[in-house]
């Protein structure tokens, strides 16, 4: 038969404290005594601290190891707002057909020199300032492929015929320009500089014919999409980025080239009775 069997404890007083307990230590049996309660209790637990009200305490971290301290901080990379590579590609579209236009319209001043030498020179007066830019984006889309730019290293560089044309293309038009300037300062007492000029536009004739064929079916898709308002592509937004800047470009230099054909179309003047073209 099953009953209710009382347990060590149950015959003794709770007013006498009870006997030290034993318990095994670092070095062998030891007694250990009961704890009491401030209150009047014998073997209670010991009191709980109360904790403080607020968040807990947080840790110290521990320090960094030294593969884990940080570095010094990096410069973020400038926001480029031209375009970059598609946005030099586009100015320098712009600038060519600008020179494309100007350049024929000095072409027929060469069919009547005699009647329009004045035009002639102010025409060429006037290439000085787009001819200047167009040179500039070509030396600049050089530098930043060959330095290393992400952008333009995506873009590659043009086919290999055309990039051996390309130094012929500047050159031959920097002695265009060249030589018509000391021609309208050294006047018709020119000496070499009249036949060094017909000289380098025949060659300058040559190297353009093929570079013109070889871009002008870009010039379309790559001055339309500046005409154009931006779309909502976020491509399209970052190649626009610079579109102002572009056309800023392109207006400057077309004032800078009617300001310096304005100051210098006087230097016409001892041209217009000369007959000895060629």
């Known amino acids: ?76 990379a400038p926001r480029d707002n031209t375009g970059g590579a598609e946005g030099n590609e586009r100015l320098t579209a712009g600038v060519g057909a600008v020179l494309l236009v100007l350049f024929a319209a000095e072409g027929v001043t060469i069919l009547s020199i005699h009647q329009l030498i004045t035009v002639h020179f102010f025409l060429g007066m006037l290439l000085i300032g787009p001819v200047a830019l167009k040179v500039g984006t070509v030396i600049y889309r050089f530098a930043r492929y060959y330095s290393g730019a992400p952008d333009y290293q995506r873009k590659g560089p043009p086919a290999p015929l055309l990039r051996l044309l390309g130094p012929f293309v500047v050159l031959t038009s920097l002695a265009v320009i060249g030589t018509g300037v000391m021609l309208a300062f050294t006047g018709t007492a020119a000496g070499p500089w009249l036949l060094l000029h017909k000289a380098s536009f025949v060659l300058w004739f040559g190297v353009m014919t093929i570079h013109v064929l070889a871009y002008v079916w870009r010039l379309p898709r790559l001055i339309g999409s500046d005409l154009r308002g931006p779309s909502g592509f976020n491509r399209a937004r970052g190649v626009l980025g610079g579109r102002s800047t572009r056309w800023l470009l392109l207006a400057a230099s077309l004032v800078c080239g009617l300001l310096i054909a304005a100051m210098t179309v006087h230097l016409a003047a001892p041209w217009t009775g000369f007959h000895h073209f060629g």
């Open 1 to 76: 038969m099953t009953g209710y069997r009382p347990g060590p404890e149950a015959g003794r007083d709770p007013g006498v404290p009870r006997a030290p307990r034993r318990s095994l230590g670092p070095y062998g049996p030891r007694d250990d005594p009961a704890p009491q309660d401030p209150r009047g209790r014998h073997d209670a637990p010991p009191p709980r601290t109360p904790r403080a009200a607020g968040p807990p305490p947080r840790r110290p971290r521990p320090p960094a190891r030294p593969w884990e301290q940080p570095g010094p901080a990096r410069r973020a």
